[in-house]
Structure formats: structure tokens, C-alpha cells
């Protein structure tokens, strides 16, 4: 069985000039939960589609589930399922006729067809609400219903565009468990875009960072953080007036303050240590109840990454 389900060589398209992806090499294992991050204009969109071959390359060349993504793109899309920020259902129709719908244009047999929308609704919470109008439906609700449309014919791949947008907390909580678990269970290898880092940070295995169709790095969340030699200091506590925070800033240990609520994030240089800032902040009169000290963030790694490529 081939253990790799994406791969890429040198692939650069260019629409003008400027490439709008460069020379990208990246491999995805198969099973694998994969993010892409990169801010508007990366390329991300640019290399789903060149993956799911409806774009030709400019340059280089890549391979999907073992197939050529120029000569094979018609076997990659019969075997990969495309969720995008719009579910794309139809609305007067029930959730049991949506998914028999798509179920006919894949020309599953009936019985192979019935069998996996009842599996599919009752793993994802539907069933009894299976003869209704999804009309009705809130948009979490229906995003559920549209994973369940791209999964439907067992694909190996599934491409998801922002999976979560527009829904509240508590759903895209559960939408994100039941991703990962249908992952598992199933066998499929996810690739996920996305803006939302911290969904990236608990969902995937490995990331990829594209800024201006070049990839600026990639591996896990904590190989990503190991880009970053910050050390962060969490200090709750009371008192963290300006005069205070002030005196914390000239310190040469300190690089960055963050004040919240009753919570200073101080990112510290080259590894400094805290106990001195934790001294000096009782000795100008602020309250320290508790200090963690902490790694950077995806968020952070990012937007450092993000902001010093060239």
C-alpha cells in the first residue's frame, strides 16, 4: 500500500510574472490530518486545484494517490471528495434525499447507497432528523450534512476549505472531533486550509506555511514552535499598572508585554530568566498569584514566519 498520498516536485503555476506558487515540494503521508496556512494570496486554493488537476502546471510535477495530476486528474477526483465554505445542498430537499442525490450522480447501487447514508447520518447525529427539510437547519447542522455529502462515496482524500467558518464554538468543536475521528476510523487523509490556527494546532498532525506561493516551513505544531526561541511568562495576578509595566520594558531580558485581564504575557530574550521581572513586579507593588511559563504559540510561530520571509 502506497503510505504517501501527496507529493509534489519544483510545481510552480504562474498567471503572470509572479508566480502564484514557486517550485513547492511537499509530501503528505497517507491518513494524515494536513494543514495549509498562508494569509490571502499564498496560494493555497492555487495548489488544491493544481492537485485536483483542474489547473495545469506551469512547471514541475506532483502525484495524488498514486496518480499523475496532469495525466490522471480524472482518477484523482474520483477518488478525493471537496468540501468548500459553501455546503452545497439544496435546500428544500431533505437530509436523506441530499445524500441519495449525490449518491446517484456517483452511481452507487441502492443498496450500497442506502447502506452508507444511514451509516454516515447516524455517526454524524442526523437520523432522526433525516426526512426534514434541511431549510430548516442551522449552518453547523448543515456543514455536518456536508460532510457527509463528501464522504459519501468513501473517498481516500478529503480536501476541506475552512471547515468550520461561520459556526459557533460548541459546533465547531464537535465538527472537529468527528473530523478527526471519521479520519481515523476511516482511513482518509485530510488536507485542511485554513485561517484559523488554533483549530490548525488541534486538528492536524502537520502543517505547511505557504507566504507568497512559496513554502516557508513545515512539519508538526511542535517543530513549527521550535522555529521560534522565545520563552513566554504568564503571570496572573493584580496591580499591573503602566508605571509598572513600564519598568518591565526596559528590562533587556524582556522583548514583548501583553496585558489582559488580570494576565501579563511577557515574551522573554534568549531564553532570560523570569525570577528577577517576578521580583521586580512585587517590588513596584503589583500582586503575582501564579506564573507559568510557557511556549510560543502557533499564532505566534506564524505571524513570524509569515512576517520575516522576503
Not at 447507497?113 to 434541511?134: A, F, K, Q
Request: net charge neutral; proline share 4%.
Amino acid at each position: 500500500m502506497n503510505r504517501v498520498a501527496i507529493e509534489t516536485h519544483d510545481l510552480t503555476r504562474s498567471f503572470t510574472a509572479e508566480p502564484a506558487l514557486h517550485q513547492l515540494n511537499l509530501q503528505v503521508g497517507a491518513g494524515e490530518v494536513f494543514g495549509i496556512l498562508g494569509p490571502n494570496g499564498a496560494g493555497k486554493t492555487t495548489l488544491i486545484r493544481l492537485l485536483l488537476g483542474l489547473l495545469l502546471p506551469t512547471s514541475g510535477s506532483g502525484r495524488v494517490l498514486s496518480y499523475d495530476i496532469v495525466r490522471e486528474s480524472k482518477a484523482i477526483r474520483a477518488r478525493s471528495g471537496v468540501l468548500l465554505q459553501s455546503p452545497g445542498l439544496y435546500d428544500r430537499l431533505s437530509a436523506w434525499q441530499n445524500l441519495d442525490l449525490f449518491g446517484r450522480i456517483w452511481r452507487m447501487p441502492h443498496r450500497e447507497r442506502t447502506r452508507r447514508i444511514s451509516e454516515l447520518l447516524v455517526h454524524l447525529g442526523m437520523w432522526e432528523r433525516r426526512n426534514e427539510p434541511i431549510s430548516d437547519w442551522n449552518r453547523g447542522m448543515q456543514q455536518k450534512l456536508a460532510m457527509a455529502r463528501v464522504l459519501l462515496h468513501r473517498p481516500a482524500l478529503l480536501f476541506l476549505d475552512e471547515p468550520t467558518f461561520g459556526l459557533d464554538p460548541a459546533s465547531a468543536a464537535e465538527l472537529r472531533q468527528q473530523l478527526a475521528e471519521l479520519a481515523e476510523q476511516e482511513g482518509v487523509t485530510l488536507v485542511i486550509t485554513t485561517n484559523n490556527l488554533a483549530e490548525a494546532e488541534q486538528l492536524c498532525t502537520r502543517i505547511a506555511i505557504l507566504r507568497g506561493g512559496e513554502l516557508v516551513a513545515t512539519g508538526t505544531p511542535d517543530e513549527l514552535r521550535g522555529h521560534s526561541d522565545k520563552q513566554l511568562l504568564e503571570i496572573t495576578g493584580h496591580g499591573f499598572t503602566d508605571d509598572v509595566l513600564a519598568l518591565l520594558r526596559k528590562r533587556r531580558e524582556v522583548e514583548e508585554i501583553r496585558r489582559g485581564d488580570d494576565v501579563l504575557t511577557v515574551a522573554l530574550r534568549d531564553n532570560a530568566q523570569g525570577a528577577p521581572l517576578i521580583s521586580l513586579l512585587v517590588e513596584s507593588g503589583a500582586e503575582v498569584e501564579e506564573v507559568r511559563r510557557k511556549r510560543p504559540s502557533l499564532e505566534s510561530v506564524y505571524l513570524t514566519l509569515v512576517e520575516n520571509h522576503p
